[in-house]
């Protein structure tokens, strides 16, 4: 991070924050100015600052979505809520990722993909930076699919990737339904759960079919910052 923001709250509600340039200094002291182009809007927040959403409190996952939120790559809906057990797409995926990593979206112009027109014209710099960064593939019948749900075994497929793990291709994680995770997911779970990026569902089951939630996915996401 090369910098924190801070604001104070002066009343609760919500408000629109946009960074359009910084200037830094590179390692031979020249003035370097960045266009950053990031925008954000807050959620909702209590009077001390914190980040708060009406539907989170008493939920196994409130600490991660609050950290999420204060650190400005989460925001919740309109009428205050998260929604935690809501399903995320893979569009909402990259644009999660490539925000809390810091990564800088790009334009559309490296997407080449069969559904190009399905694509959210919000998500399509987060899914360029995204595809660019190697975090997210396409298909074998060269769609993108921004729009379909994301499941646990393709969260953990992603974590893998952004966290540059080693992936021994003959692991196997010691889940009880090993069985019922795909072959090509297979070795990027084992390595995701041996890193605690990801965690089973109860049980000993890891569920890798069973599609990720907002809450799930915001977990993973700050063990993989937590991480780095």
């Not at 539907?55 to 998260?82: C, P, Q, V």
Request: net charge negative; hydrophobic share 45%; aromatic share 6%.
């Amino acid at each position: 991070m090369l910098c924190t923001l801070s604001f104070e709250t002066i009343a609760e509600g919500r408000a629109a924050v946009k960074l359009t340039d910084v200037k830094l200094v590179n390692s031979q002291l020249q003035a370097v100015l960045l266009t950053a182009g990031v925008q954000t809007e807050t959620d909702v927040v209590q009077a001390d600052g914190r980040p708060s959403f009406t539907d989170i409190k008493g939920h196994w996952a409130e600490r991660s979505i609050e950290r999420a939120a204060a650190l400005g790559w989460l925001n919740g809906y309109e009428d205050g809520t998260f929604r935690p057990q809501g399903r995320v797409t893979r569009a909402e995926l990259a644009a999660m990722t490539v925000r809390a990593l810091g990564l800088k979206a790009e334009e559309e112009g490296g997407l080449d993909f069969a559904d190009l027109g399905a694509i959210p014209d919000w998500a399509r710099p987060y899914l360029s930076k995204a595809v660019a960064a190697g975090l997210l593939k396409g298909y074998g019948d060269g769609t993108l699919r921004p729009n379909a749900e994301v499941t646990r075994g393709e969260i953990a497929v992603i974590a893998a990737r952004a966290a540059g793990l080693d992936v021994d291709p003959s692991a196997v994680p010691s889940f009880k339904d090993a069985a019922q995770i795909p072959a090509w997911a297979l070795p990027s779970v084992a390595a995701a759960a041996q890193a605690e990026l990801v965690r089973g569902r109860g049980g000993g089951v890891f569920a890798p079919q069973a599609h990720a939630t907002r809450a799930e996915t915001v977990t993973l996401i700050m063990a993989l910052l937590d991480r780095s």
